[in-house]
């Protein structure tokens, strides 16, 4: 029986083998690895991709209504449909709750569900309840679709190519760690971490600005943008004094907003790499949603923050969330 | 919070509130409560439908390798795109287990995934791994397609037509009892048991035949008939002495093999319902699964088992398994 204990190998190493084993073939056009994956069908390209939430792990009942684990569930795995520049059309989930759950739980979280897909012009199609002797559990699978040949992948970014974040960061971590803290957190910020929006307007507007690579923010700023790094085989320069941080960070954890907004996770926020001209049209995008540039492309491997553009580089905070 | 426990209220009235929040709209071909939900798209039909196991709940780990957990996973969910009469193209997959799992038990679970889907003409597209406290939990969730408007519903039984069964019966509930025993079962029981078929040839070639109506025998020939009588508003007879029970099963259980072909679950046959030009034709199945006459379909509700055509009525053995 095989080797090391998760615990002891790291999700990205995990995941990675698994993405290995799974290795796609001819009839995807984006295979297993990338945010969701892809194929051609009678002229549109079809995504998918999937996604849970663990109660202990991804959420806590005494931070957030079951309406809101839902509206959580379902924006969580939209999101990565967003990061294909794809909008969302049907999901299934898989309800796993324990005998003693009260009915109204239940309900309330495919309400949830439900009025997010509902907000995101898609369905909830169908699912499947059963039991467990374990946490409440909540596996969402999604379907979207966008023009055949255009879904953006997480390995397309090249040198030179700007590098752009949508909205804020920082909200949601915040939010968790007042929460933990017996503290209560800005309500926007709260909502972010319960009820994150998938920006699947803005991800349209990406790809259609020309994107070379997308992925959304859910781990932390530094994990995701390494992630594309990787998949790109180049560098992601990220410039300190150019992230969007949420305005009211410093009130809150004095000092403690750089790390919030770059290694915190869960903003769900879009981090896209643009050719040049791409990049100029930025100010046109007409969203509720601000989209900044924030670094670089560059040749070499993996994440640089620095203080500012060609500034001396910053210690990299403690890395974003990892589950084993 | 919302009155009952899941426990109080049993799975069939959990599943039909869940799926009343849920309902389709017209993007939907057949919408929540069905095997799977279906939609028309460049002219074919599309299908996805999304499954879980629980350890202890649906598999345990003494009874069963990961390798095998992984082959158990994927063809639940493809049964259910079997029983529209349509093939399997693409599944995803969340893996969700302790940090302390071993990464040979996470990796032999995705070989399984992947080996089963190429069996079944597919490809595992990508999936998600994550952290829980609780018990190894897997959701695979697959889309599959057929020709355009031809999905066979659920609820598309009528007075008059025949009730066939593909294979046989009762092996996959023999094997557990065995196994719970402590006894060694027959090799093909425990792979009944352990690694289920999705009936997909035979799937397509009642869907093709003409079938009206069509589920999986996932919960017990009786509880799964019973969803057909209800969603088709008629009632099925069933006819005990046309049931095609495993042969030994009377062997290893003596006067038990009835209760446990027409009530044990996990079999993962179909059931279809056929108008009579259809029903004659059943005999021409070439594939190497037999397919049975086990009773006709007439006005009225529910389910009756009798012990022959127009032979008195059996007393229903306890019904199949039950999340809630």
């Known amino acids: 029986m095989g080797g090391r204990r998760l615990s002891a190998l790291g999700e990205t190493s995990v995941l990675a083998a698994l993405v290995e084993l799974a290795a796609g073939d001819g009839r995807l056009a984006i295979g297993p690895g990338d945010d969701a994956a892809v194929w051609e069908l ?8 999937t996604d849970s939430l663990v109660e202990r792990v991804d959420f806590l009942r005494s931070f957030q209504t079951p309406w809101e684990v839902g509206l959580k569930a379902w924006g ?3 999101s990565d449909l967003a990061a294909m520049g794809f909008g969302v059309d049907f999901g299934v989930a898989c309800l796993i709750c324990s ?17 997010a897909a509902s907000r995101d012009g898609a369905l909830l199609a169908g699912g499947d309840v059963s039991s467990t002797d ?11 679709s966008g023009p055949s040949g255009q879904a953006v992948r997480l390995g397309g970014a090249q040198p030179g190519d700007t590098v752009a974040v949508t909205g804020s960061l920082g909200g949601a971590a915040a939010a968790l760690r007042l929460l933990e803290s ?12 319960v009820a994150p929006l998938p920006r699947l307007a803005e991800g349209r507007w990406l790809r ?16 995701d943008a390494a992630r594309v790094a990787k998949a790109s085989s180049c560098r992601l320069e990220l410039w300190a004094d150019h992230l969007p941080l949420e305005s009211e960070l410093e009130h809150f954890f004095p000092g403690g907003s750089l790390p919030l907004g770059a290694a915190g996770g869960e903003d769900y926020e879009l981090l896209a790499c643009l050719p040049e001209p791409a990049a100029r049209a930025l100010g046109s995008f007409s969203g509720d949603t601000r989209i900044s540039v924030v670094g670089r492309v560059s040749e070499g491997e993996g994440v640089r923050l620095m203080e500012r553009p ?8 403690a890395q974003g969330f990892r589950h084993f």
């Open 42 to 49: 009678g002229g549109r390209a079809m995504a998918i991709t």
């Open 76 to 78: 969580a795995a939209a």
């Open 99 to 115: 005998p003693d759950t009260f009915e109204g739980t239940v309900l309330d979280i495919q309400a949830g569900m439900v009025e």
């Open 134 to 144: 374990g946490p409440l559990t909540i596996a969402v699978t999604v379907v979207g």
């Open 182 to 193: 017996g503290r209560v957190p800005p309500e926007p910020w709260r909502r972010r971490l």
């Open 208 to 223: 259609t600005a020309g994107a070379h690579a997308m992925t959304d923010l859910s781990d932390g700023l530094l994990v």
């Open 310 to 317: 060609d500034g001396p580089e910053v210690a990299l905070p």
